[in-house]
Structures are given as C-alpha cells and as structure tokens.
C-alpha cells in the first residue's frame, strides 16, 4: 500500500518529533554562526527552522505532494524524490523564518540553517528508507501511519 494522506503527516510528524529534535539538541551547538554566541542562543533559531517545516509540512506541503502523487501510475514517489523535497521545503522555510523568525537569528546566518536542515532531512530521510520499517513492519501496510489505529 502507498502512504495515504493521514499516513504521510504522522510520518513527518514523528520523525520531527523523534528524529528532529534530538538531531538538533544535538548538533545546534556546532552550526556555523554570526559572531560566537552560546549554544542557547541559536536553538530558538534551530527549534523555529525545524516549526516552520513542520507546520508548513502539514499544513501546505503534504497535500501538494499527495496531490501530486495522484497523477503517478504507482501514487508514491521514488525515494530520490523525497530526498529532493528538501530543497523547495528549505527554500520556503528559510525566507518565512528570515520574516517572522526569532530574534536570536542575528547570530545565524545562511550556513547556520542550511547546514541545519539539511542535516536533519537527510538523517530522516535516512530513517524512513531503513530503520523505520524495521521498528514499524507494519508501517508500509499501513499507508505510512506510525500509529495504527488513527
């Protein structure tokens, strides 16, 4: 079965949630910055990027792409595709957080949130193509939904 709707936002969602957040703990307080600020000055800058693409994820991206997918014989993408989204869903982000992002975003500059996003998508892009149909053998059956019963 190919991911539904339903199916492809519970995705994003756990993996910002259980991929994301831990990744940008993580590696936040080696991103390239403005000036030397401290670790705490850019996760309001970081957590905001990783909102801004959960949000619009849910909100606008997911039911383009679903929408999209209907056309396709199969009505999923290839994996190479997913990993492409990146670049139009980081192009969107990073001039809506420029606008209304944190005030801490004077430390981070291009390579701050590039390097972040980046980072981050590629390691759940990882995810979704190995380990979570490993952890969820299910998952695919499902129509991508982590939880089985929503």
């Given at each position: 079965?190919?991911?539904?709707?339903?199916?492809r936002i519970?995705?994003?969602?756990?993996?910002?949630?259980?991929?994301?957040?831990p990744?940008?703990?993580?590696?936040t307080?080696?991103?390239?910055a403005r000036?030397?600020?401290?670790?705490?000055d850019?996760?309001?800058?970081?957590?905001?990027?990783l909102a801004?693409?959960?949000?619009?994820?849910?909100?606008v991206?997911?039911?383009?792409?679903h929408g999209?997918q209907?056309?396709?014989w199969?009505r999923?993408?290839?994996?190479s595709?997913a990993?492409?989204t990146c670049?139009n869903?980081?192009?969107v982000?990073?001039h809506?957080?420029?606008?209304?992002g944190p005030?801490?975003?004077?430390?981070a500059?291009k390579?701050?949130?590039l390097?972040h996003?980046?980072?981050?998508?590629?390691?759940m892009?990882l995810?979704?193509?190995g380990?979570?149909?490993?952890?969820?053998?299910?998952y695919?059956?499902?129509?991508g939904?982590v939880?089985?019963?929503f």
């Amino acid at each position: 079965m190919t991911p539904t709707l339903f199916g492809r936002i519970q995705t994003r969602i756990f993996l910002i949630l259980v991929i994301g957040v831990p990744w940008t703990l993580l590696v936040t307080p080696f991103l390239p910055a403005r000036g030397n600020p401290s670790a705490t000055d850019l996760y309001p800058v970081t957590f905001a990027a990783l909102a801004v693409v959960l949000v619009l994820g849910v909100i606008v991206w997911e039911p383009i792409y679903h929408g999209l997918q209907q056309f396709r014989w199969e009505r999923d993408w290839p994996t190479s595709f997913a990993l492409l989204t990146c670049v139009n869903e980081a192009f969107v982000a990073y001039h809506i957080l420029a606008r209304v992002g944190p005030d801490s975003l004077v430390y981070a500059t291009k390579a701050t949130y590039l390097t972040h996003i980046v980072s981050t998508w590629v390691i759940m892009w990882l995810f979704v193509i190995g380990p979570i149909r490993v952890i969820f053998p299910r998952y695919r059956f499902r129509g991508g939904r982590v939880l089985g019963g929503f």
